[in-house]
């Protein structure tokens, strides 16, 4: 799950080599501050809505079963939330720990910033002909801001999310609840 906060970062971002961990209560304490602060940290909780592909894949194979399929899958999302929620804010810690105190603190006061602007901006940036003012203020913020090294982290944070058993033992809990809620509802997971 790629929040809008991340987005925000990474919109402004290019590739840049992440550093090792920064461990430390000062570390992870601003990263629960920059958790606060993130423009969309109520997303972070909220239940996800099941994957459009494989919902529109299963009622294709189950014609006239949409209630039935779509109540599943949205069941197993909300199985699946709470450790969503919890793997986000790991990888916001990890990436915390990976950009160290200083810059997560630089993070923290990016984030304060009108989200809005910063949206208005990327869409400006990402048109067919940005302004020079556009360009400039692209520039200031990088300056600023490090932008590159939070979204590298972010995306190490993530490489290794794969890696949290206690995540994966979830995640796999509720596909099989999941299967097994297909199953006894009689409905196709295979085109025959």
Known sequence: MKLLSV??????????PAAPPEPGPGVDALAETLLSVLPDRAQIEAVQ????????????INPGKAPQVTAILKDAQTCLAPAAAEGVRTMVRKAARYIGA?????????????????LGLIGRLRGPAPSPADKAEEARLHAAYPLQEYAQAFDRAMAEAGEDSAFMAEAVRC????DLALARAGLKVEQP
Request: proline share 9%.
């Open 102 to 118: 200083a810059k997560t603190q630089r993070m923290i006061e990016f984030y304060r910033l009108d989200p809005a602007v910063m």
């Open 175 to 178: 596909a099989d609840a999941r």
């Open 49 to 60: 809505p099941p994957d459009p592909e494989q919902l529109a894949a299963l009622i294709r």
């Open 7 to 16: 987005l925000v970062a990474a919109a402004f971002a290019t590739a840049a």
